[in-house]
């Protein structure tokens, strides 16, 4: 156990380690890929010096204003995203229970529509922040015993994100046809017209939300063994569970106000880090790295495959999150656990 200051314990597993390693090797890696490729990228002997604030030209132009800001986008709204489904699922003790499965991200993204509509002065953060938690304290009105129920949390959200998609798409179709394009490709997850500002409101959602999620790990690890047993060790579920899926809110708010609603990070980054990793919890900093890492290939797969060429990133995620989905939902009925 790794302990920082007097109230943050962090769990430390070596297999943990080395994974949280490789995986920032892999976004390194994925990153220069990103900058370098394609008939805009840097060439790779130059992108040192170009980092460390050598660049001219052209390249000063693809890392300040066309890559760079999406490809920073992409790293932390994906670190988001990993983040908020670990809170999520660790706390839910479903791995199903995921913002975007749930219908917060869909909330997010209604939020923004109606704000765009009706509040026009209102920054896009906020009303994300809105509608994603307008949308996780319906399914715990819904459900009539908050999260704690796997299955009342998936039906109560696939009502839930019905209602927000509705939402959507009346803005959409009916009030705002002349930007009902950018509006579809951004409620569809896109990282295409990422800027400074998407950069300065992701980082410091990390900056904030990280260190907070850091402080509850001991606590949502003791959940795991049910309410009863972490109460007895002097946890209180409800606070901790409380906080964690507000923290998990504002996480997904965050990435959707700088992406969209990108679907299927939130669930897959904690389930991929926890399987690698060979844990039986959800460890907080390899999903968040996970998530990283996705969001980057998929961003990096939609510059330069021919095939994805120009779509949204929210596109490919889609695709491969649902297979994931499909899978998990079988593998968690053969074991009886919906």
Do not use: W
């Amino acid at each position: 156990m790794l302990r920082l200051g007097a109230r943050v314990a962090v769990p430390f597993r070596l297999n943990a380690l080395v994974y949280s390693l490789a995986t920032i090797l892999a976004i390194l890696v994925a990153s220069a890929a990103t900058l370098t490729m394609g008939r805009l990228g840097v060439p790779l002997a130059e992108l040192p010096s170009a980092l460390l604030g050598g660049a001219e030209g052209k390249t000063a132009f693809v890392l300040e204003r066309l890559r760079g800001p999406r490809l920073a986008t992409a790293i932390l709204a994906g670190a988001l995203l990993g983040l908020s489904g670990a809170l999520f699922q660790t706390v839910t003790r479903n791995p199903l229970g995921s913002p975007d499965v749930i219908g917060v991200g869909a909330g997010a993204g209604a939020g923004v529509a109606v704000t765009s509509l009706y509040f026009s002065g209102v920054p896009t953060p906020v009303g994300a922040a809105l509608g994603a938690g307008a949308a996780a304290l319906t399914i715990h009105v819904c459900t009539g015993s908050g999260f704690r129920s796997p299955t009342r949390t998936i039906i109560a959200g696939i009502g839930v994100a019905a209602a927000a998609y509705a939402v959507t798409q009346y803005v959409v179709s009916a009030k705002l046809r002349d930007a009902a394009a950018q509006l579809a490709a951004y409620l569809v997850g896109s990282l295409n017209a990422a800027s400074l500002q998407d950069v300065l409101v992701t980082g410091g959602a990390v900056a904030l939300i990280l260190p907070a999620a850091m402080t509850l790990t001991r606590g949502m690890h003791l959940l795991e063994m049910g309410d009863e047993t972490a109460a007895g060790l002097g946890t209180n579920p409800d606070r901790t569970r409380s906080l964690a899926i507000t923290l998990s809110v504002l996480a997904a708010g965050a990435a959707v106000a700088a992406a969209g609603p990108v679907s299927f990070v939130a669930l897959t980054a904690p389930q991929i880090a926890k399987r690698i990793v060979r844990s039986a919890d959800v460890g907080v900093l390899p999903a968040v790295l996970t998530g990283s890492l996705l969001l980057v290939v998929a961003d990096l797969a939609a510059q330069q495959l021919p095939l994805a060429a120009g779509l949204p990133v929210g596109v490919l995620t889609l695709g491969v999150g649902g297979i994931y989905l499909g899978y998990l939902l079988l593998s968690e009925h053969s074991k009886g656990r919906l």
